[in-house]
Every structure is written in structure tokens, then in C-alpha cells.
């Protein structure tokens, strides 16, 4: 397919702009100089009609969670509901300008207010800022808060304890918050190694920062003596919500002992993500956290919405109120799941994983054969006599009409390498899951009979097999016509 620039013709125009009815108007006294362009922007002259057909057949190539499944371990890329996005265009949402008056958009405070209700009984939290951006934008929330607990105390702690298993945002976080990153390993059974814990716990560690289930799957059954380590050394529990879905009505954050959490409310409740955005990385804490939340939060007084600053706030964290759009849809489907909806949302994601997990078990190897949550690690591990890598496996699984899970993550020795991590979320049929099933079992046997053709796999997409590698090091950003 050729690019846009490559369609272009000298000369040819697709639009016709209107009378222009301000010649007496300097460009100039309108526009700061900065703003000014000094040269030509290189555009490509195409048609009206070229441009429709370019992208109409862009958006059929895509690969998009509305055309199939998308199995993305750890990313819960669920089916988002599309009266959510109408729900988000009505114009009283749309058109309320964040400058304007407080009492021209009280609807809208009232619905960030009436989310933050629903979320706190949730997971079981006290407070809850709704402005982080995205996931790792509430991690640095939560550990900003944690830094400026201690200060204020007088203590000071200088070191923040995160899993070998965790996301990578979690220690990128705790050192961009000024934190000494110290690394907990994982036992036999992919949980927290507790003898390792408490050999590292000290009154000079913060805290931990735990995802759980954690991100191999699995629940931390030890979250009770997790809990009495940390606080018993005057640490906070920080709880990474990535994949609060499987917990959904089941467990609350809270009531296990977390001091700080943070939600992505693009992943588990069901609003659009990938790409960059958008997102929603909400923060909750308990009571003795609330004054360091940033400001503003959303505040009741009898009927009229406002705003209110914490007194020892770490200040404020971006413009406005977050990515409001995103509030919304959560909102939207909270209230439309329901509070048994959301703990039957988290229980079928819990059979899907473990269903997966039981037929694919005999011919891709588990990183820990037991009991998983909502999501499932197999390895590839026993493919490499046969040459073959994960990587093989994943692009074959293109030409079968699949997107590829996550792969290679989390990775550490000796239990967790060659990972494929599948996450099939509760919006999955049982007829899509076996499809991916029965192609996962059909590459398992050509990765043994023919593993030339997942070597120079996928053969059926618009693009064959590309080279990451290359990609990654010598990047084109821009077109040069030959």
C-alpha cells in the first residue's frame, strides 16, 4: 500500500477554502511570532476522493478491539460499550470550558463527585484525586505521596521496595519521585518471597509498591503477612490497580491493608486505550494520606459542587481535571454494570483465564502450573530445540486472524522466560476463546513439523515479517521522495 505522499501529484487540490472577508487583518498581529512557520509545510497535493479511500482503507487493515480479540496480558483490552461514547459527547459535558465559573459546570463536578463515591466503596479507599492522566501518571501520584508523608513526619525515607515482577513503570516511578529502588524476588510459587522481604524492610523504606494479583497472574495468598511487615516497620502499602478486573466486587484494596491506590480507568472499567491515550491513572488513599492528595479535589457543600486544597497537598499535578471524557465512560459503566455486573465481570474473566490455561497447558509449558487469576503465563520455553522463539509463535498467530498477547513480560529466572501472558477478557466469548485456542494448538505442532514457516511468519498480513530490531535503531521519520 502506498503512503499518502506517494499519491500526491504537483497541483492537485482537494478543498476550496472560503472567501476570505479579513484582507485588512495582518496574519501577524493575530498570531505570536513563535507560532509563525518560516517555511512551507511539505503537504501532500491529493483529492478529496484520494484522501476517503486512503484511510477507509487504513481503518480496514487495523487491528482494533472492535474488529477482534485482543488478548493482551496485563492491558485488560476489553469490548467498550458505545453508548459510553455518546453518553461523553452530550454537548453539557462537551461544551464546559474549565475557565469558566464554577456554577456554570456543576453537572459535571457532580458526576466526578458521584464517580469518586462509587470508586471509594470499590476498593475500599477513603479520598480519591481523579486528575493523574494514565496509569504510570498515578504511580508517580501515589509515590509522591508517600515521599511527602515521611517529610512531613520529620523521617524522611530514602528507598522504595518493588517485585521483580512488576511493571516496569513501578521502579521508573519510584526513581523519578527521588526513591532508591530495592528489588524483592519472587518464590517458587511466583509470589513475594516474604523471608526476602523482611530482610529488606527497614525504617528506612518507604514502602512497597505490589500489584495484586500480581503480574504473573497470581493472587498474593501472603498479603495478610505482607502487610503486617511493611506497616510493622512504618511503611505504606501502595497497590499498582492494573489489574484490579479480577478482583471486582471479590476483594477491596483497602480492606487488605493498602494504604495508596491507583486505577486505570481505561483498562478495567471499560473505556478506550492503546495508542497513547486516553487515559484516567485515579488515586485513592485512606484518611491519614488525604491532605497530601493534589489539588484541587472535588468537594460537596449541601447541594453546590466545589473545590477543595489539602492542606499539606503535593501540589498540583496537571491542568484541569484529568481526561474528563474518560470519567465519564467509567461512570457511565459502573452504573451500568451494577454491583453484581462488576463482580460477575471479574469472576468470568477468572474462568476465561483458567480455561485457556487448562487446554493450552499441555502443549505451551505454564511458568506456574497452578490456580490463576485473570490472566494466565505460558512459555515457549520448549520450542527452542526446534529453533523457535516466542517471538515465532507470536507472528504465526497473526496469519490466523489473532492479534499477538503480550510476550516476553515479566521476565526472570528461573520460572518466568519465553512467557506468553494471555489475558481474555470477560467481554470474550467461549467460541472466540476456543479459536484462539485451536490456532495456538495448530502453531504448536507446525513450530515441530515445519518450523521454517513460523520463522518467516506472518505470511497474510499487509505487512510481512519486519525487522524490530532495525526498526527500533534506524527509525524513518520522515519520507523522502526518491
Known sequence: MKLIYEKSIKGRIGF??????????????????????????????????????????????????????????????????????????????????????????????????????????????????????????????????????????????????????????????????????????????????????????????????????????????????????VHGKGGLLYYDGANLNALLGIVRPGDTGFDIVHLNLHKTFSTPHGGGGPGAGVVGVKNHLIEFLPSPIVCKCDDFYSLEYPKKSIGRIRAFFCNFSVLVKAYAWILSMGKDGLKEAARVSIINANYVLSKLKPYYRPAYDRFCMHECILTGRDYKEYGIKTLDIAKRLMDYGFHPPTIYFPHFEPYAHETIMVEPTESESKETIDEFINAMIKISKEAIENPELLKSAPHSTPIRRADETKATREPILKFEEK
Open 16 to 229: 476550496s477554502m472560503p472567501e476570505d472577508r479579513f484582507e485588512d487583518i495582518n496574519v501577524k498581529d493575530c498570531i505570536p511570532e513563535y507560532a509563525l512557520s518560516k517555511e512551507k509545510k511539505e503537504l501532500p497535493e491529493v483529492s478529496e476522493v484520494d484522501v476517503v479511500r486512503h484511510f477507509t482503507t487504513l481503518s480496514k487493515i487495523n487491528y482494533g478491539v472492535d474488529t477482534g480479540f485482543y488478548p493482551l496480558g496485563s492491558c485488560t483490552m476489553k469490548y467498550n460499550p458505545k453508548i459510553n461514547e455518546k453518553l461523553a459527547n452530550l454537548e453539557g459535558f462537551t461544551f464546559a470550558h474549565p475557565l469558566a465559573d464554577i456554577k456554570h459546570f456543576q453537572g459535571s463536578l457532580e458526576l466526578m463527585y458521584e464517580l469518586e463515591q462509587l470508586l471509594k466503596e470499590i476498593t475500599g479507599m477513603d479520598r480519591f484525586t481523579l486528575a493523574p492522566g494514565a496509569g504510570a501518571h498515578g504511580e508517580l501520584v501515589g509515590v509522591l505521596i508517600m515521599g511527602k508523608y515521611f517529610e512531613d513526619s520529620g523521617k524522611p525515607r530514602h528507598k522504595m521496595i518493588v517485585p521483580d515482577s512488576a511493571h516496569g513503570t513501578n521502579p521508573a516511578s519510584s526513581a523519578m519521585a527521588g526513591f532508591k529502588v530495592v528489588e524483592v524476588k519472587s518464590n517458587e510459587r511466583g509470589t513475594v518471597d516474604i523471608e526476602h522481604l523482611k530482610s529488606l524492610m527497614d525504617e528506612d523504606t518507604a514502602g512497597i509498591m505490589l500489584t495484586n494479583p500480581n503480574t504473573v497472574g497470581l493472587f498474593e495468598t501472603d498479603i495478610t503477612e505482607i502487610t503486617k511487615i
